[in-house]
């Protein structure tokens, strides 16, 4: 099976829309598929509330990838984008530590299921593995994100954007209540607390291998203390894999007593770079309390023998950490840890692509040095020159110069001296422009 997630997954956006996989690439007429959400049968776009498990589970998009899965085994669908570029990054190496989610996930199901669809692609059979976000609750900003998947960026958001309208299929609107003139959490963004939405959950619960959740910041919903709750009640737990990306700024041993009764705990925690970088990319983050809580995880893995476990820590490569990934792996080292890239997929303003060839060229010289020393560094240079023949984008280098003197007037830091590589990377690219 190429790929278990368009067999076997349920991808539950933010706003309750459906999405083909976590990290599904926009097809090319992204408008028409409305930032990859998924339609049924009669063109509807599909939301958790308003159709039935199996129904998503024979989406446009699954049946669509599943079709392409049984013609050729070996070939990649246009919406799995995100994963082939992993993989070439890594040279197709299985066993990497940075392997492709596709390849991640085959342990979640290897059972050999593409004989039983029908010609269309439709199966009939529940999801082993869930992967959900209990709307955008978070507690940190940080500067690649945006309201979709952080409340606390509201206020910025309107003042910059000059809008009030979020989302990247059906619009969300953000509305202030009154008289304190805060933001409401638009409802479409707590789909979770309609009554229809549990009863779906516990269908699903006596099927689920594996559940991956992240956010917002999954540990600050209540709404995912309620899911482990039910599934430990019931007696599934101890079925199930546990998959976390989180920012692991609310630890604690309430959530660790809740853990030990699944079969297995994997966690990310996403820490960008170290230091004053870290502070300002995952703002208001704060370096001490992220370093705390690592270590925090490295006693519940030791207490709860290896089942709950911090696989690594993550960083998003692009324009912010252009410079400071060696930095980053070579700290995380330094603690017994994994460090992961991620290549960011938006927005366009925050990417290395964006950068002029020379500036991408500059950085593959850069990361040559490190070649001898890093695992990671063969793998930034292969991924930059996979793009190297892309022409950049001189008007969103501006934009990222705006938007960040913009986020320095707001939070008082300042990415010129905070990240200075970046900022001189960014001034030549601008005179290369002009």
Not at 196 to 215: D, Q, R, V
Not at 285 to 314: H, Q, V
Not at 402 to 419: H, I, K, P
Request: aromatic letters at 10%.
């Amino acid at each position: 099976m190429f790929c278990n997630t368009v067999w076997n997954g349920l991808h539950i956006l933010p706003d309750g829309y459906i999405r083909l996989c976590s990290i599904g690439a926009d097809s090319i007429n992204t408008n028409d598929l409305d930032g990859q959400r998924c339609r049924d049968k009669d063109g509807n776009i599909m939301h958790i509330l308003t159709h039935s498990i199996k129904d998503i589970m024979n989406s446009d998009k699954h049946r669509e990838v599943r079709r392409v899965n049984i013609a050729d085994p070996t070939a990649w669908s246009q919406h799995c984008g995100c994963c082939e570029k992993r993989e070439i990054a890594t040279n197709f190496d299985i066993g990497h530590k940075n392997r492709s989610r596709r390849i991640y996930l085959l342990d979640v199901d290897r059972s050999e299921i593409m004989s039983k669809a029908t010609s269309d692609g439709s199966i009939d059979w529940m999801p082993t593995s869930l992967d959900i976000r209990f709307g955008n609750l978070c507690n940190q900003k940080c500067i690649m994100c945006g309201p979709e998947y952080s409340n606390l960026w509201y206020d910025e958001f309107v003042d910059y954007f000059k809008k009030t309208d979020i989302g990247f299929g059906a619009k969300n609107h953000l509305v202030r209540k009154t008289p304190t003139s805060q933001w409401k959490l638009p409802p479409e963004l707590s789909w979770y607390n309609d009554p229809s939405w549990w009863p779906k959950f516990e269908e699903m619960m006596p099927h689920l291998k594996h559940i991956y959740i992240t956010g917002g910041e999954p540990m600050v919903t209540p709404a995912h203390d309620v899911m482990l709750d039910k599934l430990i009640a019931s007696g599934h737990a101890k079925n199930i894999w546990l998959e976390y990306d989180t920012n692991c700024s609310v630890i604690n041993d309430k959530i660790a007593q809740r853990w030990v009764n699944f079969k297995k705990v994997d966690i990310r925690g996403s820490m960008d770079a170290t230091e004053n970088a870290y502070e300002m990319i995952r703002f208001p983050g704060k370096w001490d309390t992220f370093k705390a809580n690592i270590l925090r995880l490295k006693t519940y893995e030791k207490e709860s023998n290896g089942r709950i476990k911090l696989m690594a820590l993550t960083s998003c490569f692009q324009m912010t950490t252009a410079y400071t990934a060696m930095a980053s792996e070579e700290w995380c080292k330094s603690i017994g840890f994994n460090f992961h890239l991620r290549f960011l997929e938006g927005p366009p303003w925050h990417s290395i692509e964006s950068l002029p060839i020379s500036a991408r060229l500059d950085l593959i010289e850069y990361y040559k040095k490190y070649t001898t020393t890093s695992e990671k560094a063969p793998m930034l240079i292969k991924h930059l020159e996979s793009h190297i023949t892309e022409p950049g984008s001189p008007a969103n280098v501006l934009k990222f110069v705006n938007f960040m003197d913009y986020l320095d007037s707001t939070r008082g830091t300042n990415w010129r001296e905070t990240v200075p590589e970046t900022f001189d990377m960014i001034t030549k690219a601008i005179a290369a422009a002009n």
